[in-house]
């Protein structure tokens, strides 16, 4: 299977790092853990699932849900693969092969439920991979027989430059990245779904209280701008917030396999982004 390679603009200000400084913002809810409901239906069939349940026959729907999934993992393998020594260039080709022998060559297929969360999967996998590269010769570099897949918006290396030095494994680092990613994702997805519904305005004013930073201007001050009053406002934070955990535990539903691992999951989360 061919894997473009996709370039996406980031236009979203929000630094999803910004997160930690208040976290009680992910863990908060708006709804009780039992039986949410995931994008207006009942928990029923995630991406993982969808790959756990269709990856022996191969099925294209199996193979969309995973290069989905994936989208989210690149840069922590990127930076799983430079924390474990190997250099900016050799990082990007071996993570690119990776993802391209993995959605090629349906390594899902070998899933089974017990592996539970589809990031300990991939990162096994990926351990897996590394292990064995001295095995074989890599003359498969970016141009050559493996497809680009890259999804990340950035330059990898210049975003790993930023990552701690010191202090921190590779296992750890790429548990950290994950959680980052995975939150920039929730509001990257939050901010478009608020332009379509032309409330792009809102989101810009607003955001800040998503990340727990001091806002520069009041609510009085803000409702002044957005034509809208203080009371207004607080209401439109709340909504912002309650949409956004809403979101979260939804992309996290994506890589567990029943719905009472998400809240194990998104505390296991919290934890990454606490320590």
């Known amino acids: 299977m061919r894997v473009a390679q996709r370039r996406v603009v980031e236009p979203i200000s929000i630094d999803p790092r910004q997160t930690m400084s208040r976290r009680e913002h992910i863990s908060r809810s708006e709804t009780p853990p039992a039986r949410r409901q995931w994008g207006g239906g009942e928990f029923n069939t995630t991406h993982w699932s969808v790959v756990l349940l269709a990856g022996q026959d191969g099925s294209l729907e199996a193979a969309d849900a995973l290069e989905k999934l994936c989208r989210t993992y690149w840069y922590p393998l990127y930076v799983y693969c430079r924390r474990q020594g190997y250099g900016p260039p050799d990082g990007e080709d071996l993570t690119q092969q990776f993802f391209s022998v993995f959605l090629a060559k349906s390594?899902?297929?070998?899933?089974?439920?017990?592996?539970?969360?589809?990031?300990?999967?991939?990162?096994?996998?990926?351990?897996?991979?590394?292990?064995?590269?001295?095995?074989?010769?890599?003359?498969?570099?970016?141009?050559?027989?493996?497809?680009?897949?890259?999804?990340?918006?950035?330059?990898?290396?210049?975003?790993?430059?930023?990552?701690?030095?010191?202090?921190?494994?590779?296992?750890?680092?790429?548990?950290?990245t994950w959680a980052v990613t995975l939150l920039g994702k929730v509001a990257k997805d939050l901010q478009s779904e608020y332009v379509a519904s032309g409330k792009g305005r809102i989101f810009d004013a607003l955001h800040v209280y998503l990340t727990g930073d001091k806002a520069d201007l009041t609510y009085e001050e803000i409702g002044a701008t957005l034509q809208m009053g203080e009371s207004a406002v607080k209401m439109a934070v709340s909504r912002l917030r309650q949409r956004y955990g809403l979101m979260l535990r939804h992309e996290i539903a994506h890589t567990v396999t029943d719905p009472a691992s998400v809240e194990d999951e998104l505390r296991h989360l919290v934890g990454v982004l606490s320590s």
């Not at 899902?108 to 064995?132: E, I, K, M, Q, Y």
């Not at 010769?137 to 430059?161: H, L």
């Open 107 to 176: 390594s899902f297929a070998v899933a089974t439920p017990d592996r539970g969360r589809f990031r300990n999967f991939l990162l096994a996998s990926f351990r897996h991979f590394l292990a064995n590269e001295h095995h074989r010769n890599r003359t498969a570099k970016r141009g050559g027989k493996f497809s680009i897949v890259s999804w990340d918006e950035i330059e990898p290396e210049a975003r790993y430059q930023s990552e701690p030095m010191v202090g921190v494994t590779p296992e750890k680092l790429y548990e950290q």
